[in-house]
């Protein structure tokens, strides 16, 4: 009798050590199991998520994050959809660290911190979302940020287009930055630090659906260290934005709305490449609407502009920056865009979606 | 429909009728080339068409441009010479 | 090749407009009818307008094939795409012109398949590529677009394809500058003429416009020096008491036109006897529908679509835009009920509309207008 006992005893033990082992992950394919929290959520966590972020499992929950006094917290948050995912020049990976990192930046904070939550279909392949995860890692080093906390999910097949990301990003800014619509005056200088274009060109390139073949690439890029430079210069900044979806024109617009101002741009001095109005001419788009994922617009006080142009010049990702336009008191809410010719035509807020236009 | 562009051929498809590779300024595409098919004046690499959805429309008479370009740059001369025959017969 | 970007040259556009101002001194308010929708865009992209002279007024005309066609063949389109098994494709432009109660665009979130495309050859591709699917293309243009619809049906016909269909909407541009010019409420000098819908029909064409109505008509090419030298040759007829056709776009447009183009249209299509044009009403032998030959490509032969004709809201002013009878802010909804975000005519919703155009580019500076001064 006793001997049964024991044996019933190690058995149980035997079991319960079993039970304890984390589950290997061997599937090929995401599957509605990896979303349920369970085993096979904690084997895709364990093999894929954990070792690229170094992180353990209690992050998932929350990130405690240090910070001292005299420093405001400042938080963003964005989601990432975009397909497809790979495209020359970046990738939904490097889109989603960057996107973040940079409306930190513009909004002078040093980015620190990003949280980074996945929704993946069903049947995407595993080692996609391995190297998607790899690349969000790599993204993140060169950007100066930790990844602390996340989350995944899963979801049917025909959802999710194969996998969404969304990142918040917390970053520190030192007290006493003064930035926003608010500090913009008649008078300053609009600021942009490169071509615009690029990025939204890349995408629909890499859609091909219209059938193009051009080296455009995205221009997907950190750009705290261009910020950095740009506050460290002595320039007087008001007013930061990257100029995403919608283009220049958008931010420009928002600016102008928010500052209940006016803007003025030079036609003649938009830096665009040539690939890049070669397509929007076939197409009939046009570059001040194009998305750009690791372009700065700067609005600076006009004594210190050319310090400001300087020092964006010097950074490796600002070699193409140039003044682009004034604020004005005149036609408050509006920006306005001087033409090759001397005439003016107003840039007004997108409708819509950009359609290529074949009229 | 009236965006139709400059774009000049890079090479004629051979596999395929009627069909060539287009540049505009560096960006390629296949651009349908039936409507410009003459058999006594077939397109060439290097010529320039005008592009519209797709198809080449016109071949663009490179001549007729310059002297189109040459005109209008010649505006202002042809009037500043002729109010400088005018201040000249006026002084004279 | 730059040679062809030269037409963008500011130097080169400020002798013209020198030119200009010398031109219009001394005479008339005259005013001049740009047709084409190209034309109206490129001059509101530049800001070509108001560096003229005061007594030089540019006038929009209905040369856009996607604002004068009417609610209701949109609703018949809209029909179309809803059909189980249909791939509707069309250009871009077309998706946010309103019909009578919707448009494509909320058609396509509703769940119909409806694609853009860049050139009908795409529409070709898509239908090979998915043989299980019924790919019907909504052709729309002047006689710019009309040849490469007809290629295409052409090599459809060739393919042996049975899953392809085309939803013909093109226009003739000759009936509507007739109609304009037989309009009782006519008050224009000139008219800057349709340069691409030229290099398919050729100039002469258009040679009716001088002889038999009295009018100056001047071919345009579509960059800024194109229509500034244009303006200038009609200012220049005007001056010298000539009335004539004139072809500035000699790179491009060729008097004869394109035969080959011309002989494809003539080949696939014919004539309609009438056809319903937003603004303009009904014109005789505007529009083009597909030969018996070609019937097994007809989407209207194949769908029997509603073919409502759904009037124009009464506050749509768009048929008067579009003759050229008022300006675009002097529709009293302009800006108001009738915006690019909520259009009421198609004239603010395709970005060649003259009302889009001017909302778009030139809305700001629509009241005293800034006296040149060429350097």
Redesign the interface.
Known sequence: MGHDAVDRERLHARIEEWRRRPMRLHDEVITSAHGAGGKASQALLNSVVFPAFEMTGAAMDGAVLQVTAKHDLVMTTDSFVVTPRQFPGGSIASLAVNGTVNDLAVMGATPRWLSVAFVLEEGLPIDEFRDTVAEIALAATEAGVRVVTGDTKVVGRGAADGLYVTTTGIGIRQDGIKLGPGEVQPGDVVLVSGNIGDHGIAVIQARGELDLVSDVRSDCAALHTLVGDLLASGAEVRWMRDPTRGGVASSMNELAMDAELGVRLREENLPVSRTVNGVCELLGLDPLYVANEGKLLAVVSPETADKALTALKHHELGRNSAVIGVVTSENSGIVVLETLFGGTRVVDMLVGDPLPRIC | MCVGIPAMIVSINNDKAFSAIVDVEGVRREANIALLADPADPLREGDWVLLHVGFAMSKLDEAEAKSTLEFIRALGSVYDEEVDALRGQDSA | ?S??N?????R??S??L??IT?LADGQPHRKFMEI????T?SI????????LPQNVELVHGP????CVIPMGRIDDAIHIANQPNVTFCC???M??VPGGKSNL?EARARGADI??V?????VLTIAEREPERDVVFLA???E??T??TA?TVLEAKRRKLSNYFVMSNHIRIIPAIKAILDSKDLDLDGFIG???VG??IGNHPYAFVASDYEKPLVTAG?E??DIL?SVMRLLAQKADGRCEVEN?Y?????DAG?P??ID?IDKVFTVRPHFEWRGLGSIEHSALMFRDEFAEFDAERRYAVPGVQIADPKACQCGEVLRGAIRPWECKVFGTACT??TPIGTCMV???GACAAY???????KSPRIPVTAV
């Open positions: 090749m040679q062809f030269d037409f963008r040259d500011p080169a556009a002798k013209v020198k030119r010398e084409c929708g190209g034309h865009h509101y992209r530049h800001g070509l307008e108001e560096l040369g856009c094939p996607v250009f871009g432009d998706l946010r665009l694609r853009v860049y050139s009908p050859m795409d729309v243009g002047f710019t677009t040849p490469s290629v349709p340069g691409h290099t398919v579509f800024p020096l030298e500035q000699t790179r491009a447009v060729r394109n080959v183009a494809v690019p975000e395709s970005s060649e909302y778009n580019y030139g809305r700001f500076n």
